[in-house]
């Protein structure tokens, strides 16, 4: 069933993939508010649900196929006030690149201390549970 528009805004979709022991972030080339480093994510379109959503903005980035396992959660976020879609995916096919690059300046793979770095404000509680438990 597709995710309902409060206000008007379609939801963003946010892609948690992780592969061994490290989870896929992007650098924005234009920061929204504090953020810069951030999950691939974007609007979902309609008749999407988030888990197509967090497949297809993934693919559009970063040129990764993926499938989604599982959605984490949803939530208002506090620096955006956009509602948000966690879903947790695992890598099929490709490697991960800018390939929408005037939208991403950066890909990287990061362990827990460099996510820690680039991600300096609290995650998404039930997004912190799942990296807890994947990136050991």
């Not at 040129?63 to 976020?77: M, Q």
């Not at 991960?96 to 404000?121: G, N, P």
């Amino acid at each position: 069933m597709p995710q309902p528009i409060p206000d008007g805004q379609p939801p963003i979709s946010a892609a948690v993939i992780v592969a061994d022991r490290r989870v896929l972030m992007v650098r924005r080339r234009i920061r929204e508010g504090p953020l810069s480093w951030q999950f691939p994510a974007g609007e979902v379109e309609p008749g999407e649900v988030g888990e197509q959503a967090a497949v297809r903005e993934t693919r559009e980035e970063v040129g990764l196929v993926v499938s989604p396992i599982k959605t984490l959660g949803e939530r208002i976020h506090p620096a955006t006030g956009r509602t948000m879609i966690y879903v947790a995916c695992a890598p099929v096919d490709g490697t991960a690149r800018a390939a929408d690059t005037d939208e991403i300046a950066q890909v990287a793979w990061c362990d827990r201390v460099t996510l820690e770095k680039r991600v300096t404000h609290a995650l998404f509680e039930p997004v912190q549970e799942y990296l807890d438990a994947t990136l050991g």
